[in-house]
């Protein structure tokens, strides 16, 4: 998730592991490339297997960890969620994933398949390697294929077994996410400029279709521009569920990359102007005071996607800093939180603790934001 820094094992202290010191003697050292990509990713694979026993490779064994990525992309050309890059997997998993190439569960979702593109393409540059390039290029086409004909991405747009895998998907990034990275490619900037012609044109013209559909998404109140939502029906656009505890809303944690990646483009159209102004506006507007939320120490729980020795409550502060729900009523711009039975509720101590400590509900996302980069982004357009 956005804001998390990327969360790597003991064995990974020191950038090298035992098996990576072992085998980097008779290995050329690339340069490392960076992983931020794969933050979302590693904390997930981490949350639900909380293992410790695993090897990783070293930053700068840049094809292994390439190669990695190369056997768990699929044959549609993109990639499933959640798997850490740097694990030196066993013999039985490199079989297994070889036996799931043709599983249709790609996704975008936490922030997927534009980072292994990104990575892949880096790894190319460096090695030479033409297998690294043929992988970027078939994630490229998979995600450019994938984009629906109004302009969105769905979640996981091969999935059918869940609605919400069809949706417009906003959250983790989905859209901003991935028109940020199609931005780069149709520039043809470091790592893309390996890429034809008429590849960074695809790219170009499904930017320019995405940021239409982004700036007609923007939910309004009374007529004035808002927030986004998490979710849109691929058909009507209206707001929609996804996951049971997330329900139709607009939300300010999913607000903020989309601003911010409206804010990255060059020369901003009038109504991208005031879209960007809108949201800052609603955000704004809609920041809450006189608490913070505290973590407490608790007996350790496992859940099925993670585990928590500790619980969150919510704790009276007339000083505390302004701080954000993730979750707004469309049409009043309420607060509301939601457990795995799909009911609202009002307050952090009606959530069950399974989703109280394994969901942000509250966060200061909107504040560098707000506080740097908006009046920067002010000044730089001189409004």
Known sequence: MHGLSVFLPAALCGILSFAGM???????????????????????????????????????????????????????????????????????????????????????????????????SHAYLQTGETKYRDGALKGLRYTLDRQYANGGWAHSPDRTERAYYRHITIADEVMPGVLGFLREVAAGGPPFEYIDDDLREQAARAVSKGDELL????????????????????????????????????????????????MSIDNPSPDTIAAIQGGIAWLQSVKLSGFRVERVDTARQRFDFHAADYDLVVVDDPQAKPIWARFYDLKTSEPFLANRNGKRVYQLSDVDIERRTGYSWYGYWPERLLQEEYPAWKQRFEL
């Open 22 to 120: 072992a085998e980097s003697h008779a290995e050329t050292a690339y340069r490392p490339i960076p992983i931020d990509g794969f933050q979302d990713a590693i904390k997930h694979w981490n949350d639900r297997t909380g293992e410790n026993t695993v090897q990783y490779y070293a930053l700068h064994q840049v094809d292994k960890i390439a190669d990695n990525l190369l056997q768990y992309q699929r044959e549609s050309g993109g990639w499933p969620t959640n798997k850490h890059p740097l694990r030196i997997v066993s013999t039985e998993e490199r079989a297994q994933a070889i036996e799931n190439k043709s599983l249709s569960d790609a996704s975008f979702d936490n922030r997927n398949i534009y980072p292994q593109i990104k990575y892949l």
């Open 215 to 262: 700036l007609a998404m923007q939910v309004r109140i009374d007529g004035k521009p808002t927030g986004w939502a998490g979710q849109y029906h691929e058909k009507s656009l209206k707001p929609v569920k996804g996951r049971a505890y997330e329900l139709p809303g607009i939300l300010a944690w999913e607000t903020v990359p989309v601003l911010q990646y409206l």
